[in-house]
């Protein structure tokens, strides 16, 4: 009797582990998508992409795919840099130009970009799904960081779970204590009035990007590691969950973004882990379609005037 | 420039003429995509074939040209190649496809047309019942289920299993079967959970599992999405051992460190066989530079099958359909790598299943098989 108790007790803590492990996970992608969303009022659909990108970068310098390898550090590093200049470049190229364009003509853009950059990575990588070098990771991560019973949390999940506070504070620091972050704030207030006082929009635009796509990078990375499996359309189905996020958090919102990641890794984990795992994906998305019906929104959602 | 023109015309007709003289073989199955590495023993397995029978003079000294038609593993994909193929009135017989749900996805398509087919790979047990025009020439899953339900009871000593299965008619057949055979010899299902083929994190399933404590989880599916899990459950902390099919039967299994231990059963094992296999090993080792799994050793055969149907019916689709079925006693067996071949009356055939393991990044033969 006791053990089983105890059985149903770890069993809802290891689960309560991964839940909050996924939810990270996706509160780092969709911040990406909330932060140009608040900017632009653009739903970046190539921001999954992104992601894989940063998965595939950190993979091929790890493994030589390229040609050389590089230390750990170095290759994350390398990996984050690039992915917030490919989000910057996708912006220039892509979105600027459609910037006073019918706001769908840069959606559909969005979309494009995501089939392209999708469809690029199948020919640079092929469609196989790619697994890190064990030897060039860190053997510490793969190792248990606290063993309690039958519950395990592991040190990667301890380092994706600290990397995404830390990098949620870092970011909350930048929105709000710098002169970039209040020049984001004003454009997503009023654009027109913000250029008005003297904001470069469009260089106010390419930070977004840079480091909305930067922490993107970070979460493909978080994520390669973490199930060591990297393949060309992980960033799709990683992108539509942390667009659920966004949308259920408030789109636009930081905070929002970050509080709908955990709700949807873990209804998705007790989901799966209670109910069933053929549904798993549905209960997700079904508590995610109860919060909008409530709370049309989202969870921290400004009300938006109508500005037609 | 009448002078160029006209080169290129008469040497684009020697090149069409060429192209007639020809006996096209179609091979379908996935070339690119996630189960590529399976679709690369087809293709050398049908390229050696193809080879070798050109070397010794063609059919009735006509050339055979293998066509590939790449189909991802997807049920779509693999009904448009279909219809490529059974378009062209010259493809009098096809060598795929591989994945269970392609093959079902085609086989109407086939058989609309008159096509026959063989699959050297389709193991789920509803295709030679669906149609007169496909064969295989291996096993099915209701006799692989089954063998690997005796050999975790009878051989492991396994008392408690759990099941982890794709949702595709191959993996759900091989379930089903495993299962039924399960409960006669009296061993333990204590849960199936399912994914999808794009399912990377089985973590909230295993951790379930992990508390009922199984001897082992039986996982009905394919290799990408197997190497994860097994991963998965081993970071949680899960020591119980692992075992499949032939889904399971891929080269990303001896990459993963953890996996060690893992068994599967196969229809094709090198060091089972006798002086032809181990020519056919030599050679193909010789021009592809690695060893053949048994995707490749069934297409090898599933091409000389087609082969010897087209040099004994012509191009008749209805003639080589009736050649292959008249394939029916053991006397007349197709003899070939992978042992006699003879179909029943639904185009099934009954071969050997052997069981092989991951030990120190090798395929090794179990020590005791189950005969």
């Known amino acids: ?308 | 420039m009448m002078i160029v023109a006209g080169f290129f015309l008469t040497s684009f007709f020697l090149v069409s003429v060429v192209i007639a003289e020809t006996i096209k073989i179609p091979v379908a199955s996935p070339f690119t995509g996630p189960l590529a590495s399976f679709g690369e023993g087809v293709k050398n397995g049908a390229l050696l074939k193809a080879e070798e029978i050109n070397a010794g003079g063609g059919i009735n000294g006509k050339q055979i040209e293998i066509v590939l038609g790449d189909e991802l593993c997807d049920p779509k994909e693999a009904a448009a190649v279909a219809t490529r193929f059974a378009s062209d009135p010259k493809v009098a017989i096809v060598v795929g496809h591989l994945c269970s749900s392609a093959t079902l996805a085609a086989l109407p398509i086939y058989k609309e047309a008159g096509l026959p087919a063989i699959t050297p790979a389709s193991t789920n047990p509803e295709i030679g019942k669906s149609s007169p025009y496909y064969f295989r020439n291996v096993y099915k899953d209701d006799f692989q289920g089954d063998f690997l339900a005796r050999y975790a009871k009878k051989v492991r000593n396994f008392k408690k299993i759990a099941i982890f299965y794709e949702v595709n008619d191959y993996a759900m057949g091989l379930k089903d079967a495993f299962v039924s055979q399960a409960k006669k010899v009296g061993l333990r299902i204590i849960g199936a959970e399912s994914y999808m083929s794009e399912t990377i994190d089985f973590n909230a399933q295993l951790t379930k599992f992990k508390m009922m404590r199984p001897d082992a989880i039986f996982i009905p599916g394919y290799a990408p999405q197997a190497t994860l899990l097994i991963s998965q459950a081993r970071s949680l902390g899960m020591k119980c051992a692992f075992f499949g099919a032939d889904g399971l039967d891929d080269a990303i299994m001896l990459k993963n460190p953890d996996a060690d231990g893992l068994f599967v059963t196969t229809p094709f094992l090198v060091d089972r066989g006798g002086a032809m296999v181990k020519e056919f090993v030599g050679r193909y080792q010789r021009k592809f530079s690695i060893e053949p799994n048994w995707f490749a050793a069934n297409t090898y055969d599933a091409v000389g099958l087609a082969v010897a149907a087209i040099t004994a019916a012509g191009l008749d689709r209805e003639k080589v359909r009736a050649y292959l079925a008249g394939i029916s006693s053991e006397e007349k067996a197709f003899q070939g790598i992978t042992g006699a071949t003879y179909f029943d009356e639904n185009g099934d055939c009954l071969k050997a299943a052997f069981v092989k393991v991951v030990k120190d990044g090798k395929w090794v033969s179990a020590e005791e098989q189950l005969q």
């Open chain 1, 1 to 308: 009797m006791l053990a089983a108790i105890l059985d149903q007790s770890s069993l809802f803590l290891q689960q309560l582990v991964n839940g909050i492990t996924l939810g990270s996970i996706y509160a780092l992608i969709a911040v990406g998508y909330t932060m140009v969303y608040g900017v632009i009022q653009l739903i970046n659909f190539a921001h999954g992409e992104i992601y894989m990108m940063g998965a595939f970068l950190s993979f091929s310098l790890l493994s030589g795919f390229f040609g050389f390898g590089l230390p750990f550090g170095l290759a994350v590093a390398v990996s984050v840099l690039v992915c917030a200049l490919a989000g910057i470049l996708l912006d220039v190229v892509a979105y600027r130009p459609l910037r006073r364009a019918p706001r769908l003509a840069a959606l559909i853009t969005a979309i494009g970009m995501s089939i392209f950059l999708q469809n690029l990575a199948l020919l640079i990588w092929g469609g196989q799904i790619q697994s890190f070098p064990q030897n060039a990771i860190p053997a510490l991560l793969s190792e248990p960081a606290l063993q309690l019973g039958d519950v395990v949390i592991s040190w990667l999940q301890v380092v994706i779970l600290s990397t995404a506070i830390f990098l949620m504070l870092a970011l909350h620091l930048i929105v709000h204590y710098t002169r970039i972050g209040r020049a984001m704030r004003a454009i997503s207030q009023d654009k027109t009035a913000a250029s008005l006082m003297g904001v470069n929009v469009d260089r106010v635009v390419s930070y977004t990007f840079a480091i909305g796509s930067g922490l993107g990078g970070v979460a493909g990375i978080l994520v390669g590691l973490y199930y060591n499996a990297v393949y060309p359309t992980m960033g799709y189905f990683a992108g539509i969950k942390a667009f659920a996020a966004a949308v259920l958090g408030g789109i636009g919102s930081i905070p929002g973004a970050i509080l709908g990641g955990g709700i949807l890794g873990l209804a998705e984990v007790f989901g799966g882990g209670y109910i069933s795992s053929s549904y798993s994906n549905g209960i997700a998305y079904a508590v995610m379609i109860l919060v909008i019906l409530v709370k049309p929104t989202g969870l921290f959602g400004r009300h938006l005037r109508d500005k037609a």
